[in-house]
């Protein structure tokens, strides 16, 4: 009977208490090894109020059993210089030992845009983009909310 309420109630207590109090950089453990790499970053359109891009990022889970991203919220950056934020309200289904292209778009004002464009130049043609956010993952009917960093240069 106490193994049984071990079980029960002191083994999820204790491994709800260690994702809550990891620090925010960990792996995630708790999803597996998840990972996550943006891969490019483009310019979609142009507008009156600047251009219109988006940075993809493929999304790999190599664990034996599905997870689902249900939205995100994120910060894009340009050497370092904040551009917009935005948000994932979709709800995306990732197989297990699968991967997923993720488009996050976003757009910038003319000013940060020639400011990017003068970076670029200065720089020797390259520029750090960034995505910052919070993504929510649920597993198992368990919702995570779970810290991102991604980056990528164009040359």
Same mark, same amino acid.
Not at 38 to 67: D, E, K, R
Not at 94 to 110: C, E, G, M, N
């Given at each position: 009977?106490?193994?049984?309420?071990?079980?029960? *109630?002191?083994?999820? $207590?204790?491994?709800?208490? =260690?994702?809550?109090?990891?620090?925010?950089? !960990?792996?995630?453990?708790?999803?597996?090894?998840?990972? *996550?790499?943006?891969?490019?970053?483009?310019?979609?359109?142009? $507008?009156?109020?600047?251009?219109?891009?988006?940075?993809?990022?493929?999304?790999?889970?190599?664990?034996?059993?599905?997870?689902?991203?249900? =939205?995100?919220?994120?910060?894009?950056? !340009?050497?370092?210089?904040?551009?917009?934020?935005?948000?994932?309200?979709?709800?995306? $289904?990732? !197989?297990?030992?699968?991967?997923?292209?993720?488009?996050?778009?976003?757009? *910038?004002?003319?000013?940060?845009?020639?400011?990017?464009? =003068?970076?670029?130049?200065? $720089? =020797?043609?390259?520029?750090?983009?960034?995505?910052?956010?919070?993504?929510?993952?649920?597993?198992?009917?368990?919702?995570?909310?779970?810290?991102?960093?991604?980056?990528?240069?164009?040359?």
């Amino acid at each position: 009977m106490l193994f049984l309420l071990i079980i029960l *109630i002191v083994m999820p $207590a204790y491994l709800y208490y =260690g994702y809550m109090n990891r620090p925010v950089n !960990a792996p995630w453990a708790t999803v597996g090894d998840i990972q *996550i790499r943006a891969t490019s970053v483009q310019v979609i359109g142009f $507008a009156l109020g600047g251009p219109a891009m988006s940075l993809t990022a493929v999304v790999y889970n190599p664990n034996g059993f599905g997870v689902s991203l249900n =939205g995100a919220n994120y910060s894009t950056y !340009a050497n370092d210089h904040y551009l917009q934020s935005g948000q994932i309200d979709r709800r995306y $289904a990732l !197989a297990a030992q699968s991967s997923q292209t993720f488009v996050l778009p976003f757009s *910038i004002d003319w000013k940060l845009a020639f400011q990017t464009l =003068g970076d670029y130049l200065w $720089a =020797g043609g390259s520029v750090k983009w960034e995505v910052k956010g919070i993504a929510t993952i649920e597993v198992g009917g368990l919702l995570l909310r779970v810290p991102f960093d991604l980056s990528t240069h164009t040359s």
